[in-house]
């Protein structure tokens, strides 16, 4: 059973528009919410996350917004550039039980940002 | 600091041969990840380890074994690879303890199972 639901499974987006990814999740044990960001042929790398104690976490175009009673989050890149082209990834942990903080990760969305 | 580095990036193995891959790294961190990633499934958890000499299975442990001899360095085995383990393989490691459960990945070994 997937642990993260995450879509699109693929998004174009016009450069300096908004790209908008999406996950949902069922285990209200989850306490830790991150996004990866992999550029071809690379591992990925943490770009931000946020505790379900704040509903939003910006930092710089980027931003999470979370919903603790829809259990959703989502991923916003504004003013999206080329060089935002690649995979995102949302995940999800429990920090304060038995799975000592896996990451359950959802199936990624592939960005290609259009000059 | 190397962070987190994979030996081999590239390998292309027969079906039935075995091989082992290496993940080190520098950061003293305490957990560390087996990963396997492959088109439009993201990343699937293979085995983990919380510490030097334990290991624990994942999400896809079938067909592959671990071992955590030394605190900076987990090894992947296959021992009769299938075409079926054909995929891009990360390692990650992690801090024992933090509020935030940042993982640190390697960049990859891509193998091809014939």
């Known amino acids: 059973q997937q642990q993260v639901k995450q879509s699109p499974q693929s998004l174009i987006v016009q450069k300096g528009g908004i790209s908008i990814i999406n996950c949902a999740y069922e285990?209200?044990?989850?306490?830790?919410f991150p996004w990866y960001q992999q550029f071809p042929g690379k591992g990925p790398a943490l770009l931000i996350a946020?505790?379900?104690?704040?509903s939003e976490k910006k930092e710089g175009r980027f931003t999470i917004s979370f919903n603790k009673s829809a259990k959703q989050f989502s991923l916003h890149i504004m003013d999206s550039q080329p060089g935002d082209s690649a995979t995102y990834f949302c995940?999800?942990?429990?920090?304060?039980?038995?799975?000592?903080?896996?990451?359950?990760f959802g199936r990624g969305t592939q960005l290609t940002v259009w000059p | 600091n190397a962070g987190v580095t994979q030996t081999p990036k590239f390998r292309v193995l027969k079906t039935g041969q075995s091989m082992t891959l290496l993940c080190a790294q520098d950061m003293n961190h305490e957990y560390m990840y087996w990963y396997r990633q492959d088109p439009g499934m993201g990343l699937r958890l293979i085995h983990y380890?919380?510490?030097?000499?334990?290991?624990a299975k994942g999400e896809v442990p079938d067909g592959y074994n671990v071992s955590r001899l030394k605190k900076q360095n987990f090894l992947l085995g296959l021992e009769s690879a299938a075409p079926s383990q054909t995929s891009v393989y990360f390692c990650?490691?992690?801090?024992?303890?933090?509020?935030?459960?940042?993982?640190?990945f390697g960049p990859g070994t891509r193998l091809t199972v014939l």
């Open positions: 946020i505790r379900p104690d704040v």
């Open positions: 285990n209200t044990a989850f306490d830790y």
């Open positions: 995940a999800a942990s429990d920090n304060r039980g038995s799975t000592l903080g896996r990451l359950y």
């Open positions: 990650a490691s992690r801090v024992l303890a933090g509020v935030y459960n940042e993982q640190f």
């Open positions: 380890s919380v510490g030097e000499g334990t290991t």
